[in-house]
C-alpha cells in the first residue's frame, strides 16, 4: 500500500481543523480510495481513516497504524495501551493519548 501526502490539495480542509480544533498540525494522506487525516494536538493523535466507497479492510488499518506509528508519532511519548479506536462502516477515528510529562 502506498499513502501519499495530500496536504497541498485539501488547503481548506486543513485551515478548518487547525482554527476550529485544538490541533497544531493537520495532514492529509491518500492511499488509494482510503483517505487519511492525521492531526497532532497538544494531548493527543489522531488518525481518520475513510473511504467513501467500502469498509475499511483490517489489512488496510494495520499498515496505516503502522506508517504513522513509525513516521509520524513521537512512539516515546504516547500511551499504546490507551489507543482508542472508533470503528463504524466507512470510517475508523484513533485517538492516540500523549503522557504528560
Do not use: C, W
Amino acid at each position: 500500500m502506498k499513502i501519499i501526502n495530500t496536504t497541498n490539495s485539501q488547503a481548506q480542509l486543513v485551515q478548518n481543523q487547525l482554527a476550529n480544533t485544538d490541533a497544531f498540525l493537520v495532514e492529509t494522506y491518500s492511499a488509494g480510495n482510503t483517505d487519511v487525516i492525521f492531526t497532532q494536538a497538544p494531548l493527543h493523535y489522531e488518525l481518520l481513516i475513510s473511504n467513501k466507497y467500502r469498509a475499511v479492510q483490517l489489512s488496510e488499518l494495520e499498515q496505516i497504524r503502522d506508517f504513522f506509528l513509525k513516521r509520524k508519532i513521537d512512539t516515546t511519548i504516547i500511551n499504546q495501551a490507551a489507543i482508542q479506536t472508533i470503528h463504524t462502516d466507512r470510517l475508523i477515528e484513533m485517538s492516540i493519548p500523549i503522557v504528560k510529562g
